[in-house]
């Protein structure tokens, strides 16, 4: 075999290789400069656009603060002002996760963000917020306190009449701190991944294309009556 | 294109963007969000801490409450306790199961976590006091009886405790037939009760001293992670709710999303918890699964809203994305 047939060879098997086809689709769906960019569009000018980030660096501090308590073990908090420290900690940065959450998929809605093919965008962060929510109840009622005991006792009966009860039972702490601390949050953090990659691999969504009477109100108001030469969606 | 295909497609004329772009540091703006909202956890931590409540133990409750936790024993002995009338996936009663139309979803996996109230929370914890012929004599006389025989004198006993606690919460005399004793032990005048009194007083002493919340937690191996079997028995007795109660907790209370102290809890259950609280899931017996069904199909729209007419066009219809781009408009890039 000559020398250009044994490379010929040797091209076509790295063509076939699983490891090749999945570098090539990611790399395609997800060139370097859209994964990490250094630039976006202008119209990505609001304080609305800080609630999805504000979401994930909440689910950063959740999942370091949840990741110390771990190490110690679930009754540290209850006894030591450090471990009741970044329990508060977990808690906090929950609240100000959900907060963030919604404003983010309120904003998210009022921009009609799943336009220009982004409906997967859309469905993955819907799916993550309602993921979420078991994720922070089994939370509660990991606690091992009078909470904990209330709302498992209470919630037990909603679980119990979907037939869910059986393989999610609120009263086994055991078996809600296996959720708690590694079922449910991998399901959280692999939605937010994929929901991130989305949003890279399609961008931000562009804004509506208003209608020229909504313009020119906009021009006057500014008192610049003559409207701007379009340069923008689809110029 | 199919009719179903045409309505669930919007008309959608977005198109990719082509206007100027900004410099963009992503991984600066992800390093300073979180340590903003660090800082922001760290001092809501400093100013409000979190609520940490001492647990109830079965102790506790047969201590503060004696007379609430024997009417409860003997409703799990003679079987008339929710627990003991709920249904899968504890045992296979019905007092419980809900359904909606033909759909029974806790029947279907069966009973997962069996419990025996008489056994787990009667029987079986007095079988564990050593030395007692008196409780032994009357463990086999209770055992020995027909079922009938043990539902009379369950209900011989019940009778006057739960007279003496409806009595109680309405701020009235008790009646004679019950006596809390300085030393908590609870006397109940009840002749056509056979060994039922003899098996509660043990009981009560048992528990005071701890040995029932040991007892329902080592009863199937030394290592025990699951509480169900200590917190359902809790659950039946009046304990919980009082402290619930006390704390805004209860379902009326819009209890579900709450927690312990004036902390905001679980507030993104609002909605879920809203429908406890309205007619007809307030009153109906199936009040649960009805909730689980409609929450499901909210979920369900609210995941595909880009699917459904009139919901994905609102946006475009109420104008609050001007507010948002207003800059980008202003700037007339948008046209």
Not at chain 1, 104 to 118: D, Q, T, V
Not at chain 2, 1 to 30: C, F, N, Q
Not at chain 2, 310 to 327: A, H, S
Request: glycine share 8%.
């Amino acid at each position: 075999m000559s020398a250009v047939e044994k490379a010929s060879v040797e091209k076509s098997s790295v063509e076939r290789s699983w490891t090749a086809r999945v570098r090539e689709a990611g790399v395609a769906a997800l060139p370097p400069e859209k994964l990490l960019p250094d630039s976006q569009p202008t119209y990505v000018a609001s304080w609305i656009y800080v609630f999805g980030v504000a979401s994930l660096a909440s689910l950063t501090v959740i999942i370091l603060s949840g990741m110390i308590l771990a190490l110690k073990g679930p009754a540290w908090w209850h006894y030591t002002g450090v471990g009741h420290f970044f329990n508060s900690v977990h808690l906090w940065s929950v609240e100000l996760f959900f907060f963030a959450m919604v404003v983010h998929l309120w904003g998210k809605y009022w921009m009609a963000a799943w336009r220009g093919g982004r409906a997967r965008v859309w469905m993955t962060g819907a799916v993550t917020f309602l993921v979420a929510v078991p994720c922070a109840l089994t939370g509660y009622v990991s606690q091992q306190n009078f909470d904990a005991q209330w709302i498992s006792t209470q919630a037990k009966d909603a679980m119990n009449s979907v037939g869910v009860g059986a393989f999610f039972n609120l009263t086994n702490f055991g078996q809600m701190y296996s959720y708690h601390v590694l079922l449910l949050p991998l399901a959280v953090v692999g939605l937010v991944v994929a929901h991130v990659l989305l949003v890279r691999r399609h961008g931000v969504v562009p804004p509506f294309e208003p209608d020229r009477r909504a313009l020119t109100a906009l021009a006057e108001e500014d008192g610049a009556p003559d409207l701007p030469t379009p340069t923008g969606v689809g110029s | 294109m199919s009719r179903l295909g045409r309505v669930l497609r919007s008309h959608d004329d977005t198109r990719p963007w082509r206007g100027g772009y900004a410099a963009y540091d992503l991984v600066k703006e992800a390093c300073i969000a979180v340590g903003v909202i660090a800082l922001l956890a760290i001092v809501l931590t400093i100013l409000f801490s979190s609520p940490d409540q001492r647990p109830s133990t079965i102790a506790q409750w047969s201590r503060e409450l004696p007379v609430n936790f024997v009417a409860t024993a003997a409703k799990e002995l003679d079987g008339t306790s929710a627990t003991a009338e709920y249904g899968p996936p504890y045992n296979h009663n019905s007092g419980s199961v809900q359904h909606f139309l033909f759909l029974h979803p806790q029947r279907w996996l069966g009973v997962s976590h069996p419990i025996d109230t008489s056994l787990d929370y009667v029987i079986d914890p007095l079988k564990t006091i050593p030395d007692d012929p008196t409780l032994k004599a009357a463990l086999a006389e209770y055992q020995a009886a027909p079922e009938r025989t043990q539902k009379a004198w369950g209900e011989a006993y019940a009778k006057p405790l739960e007279e003496y606690e409806t009595a109680s919460e309405e701020n009235k005399t008790p009646p004679k037939g019950v006596s809390v004793e300085p030393s908590g032990a609870v006397e109940v005048n009840a002749s056509a009760a056979g060994p039922v009194p003899t098996l509660m007083t043990s009981l009560l002493a048992l528990a005071k001293s701890g040995g029932v919340d040991g007892s329902l937690l080592t009863s199937n191996q030394f290592f025990q992670t699951d509480y169900t079997k200590p917190l359902l028995f809790m659950a039946d007795g009046g304990l919980l709710e009082k402290r619930a109660e006390a704390q805004h907790l209860l379902g009326t209370q819009w209890g579900m999303m709450n927690e312990t102290g004036s902390y905001p809890g679980q507030v993104w259950l609002w909605l879920y918890t809203f429908w406890y609280q309205v007619e007809p899931f307030k009153s109906s017996p199936s009040g649960d699964l009805d909730v689980m069904l409609v929450m499901a199909l909210l979920s369900l729209a609210f995941i595909c809203v880009p699917f459904i007419p009139g919901v994905r066009d609102l946006p475009r219809r109420i104008p609050i994305y001007k507010l948002i781009w207003r800059e980008h408009y202003r700037a007339g890039a948008g046209v």
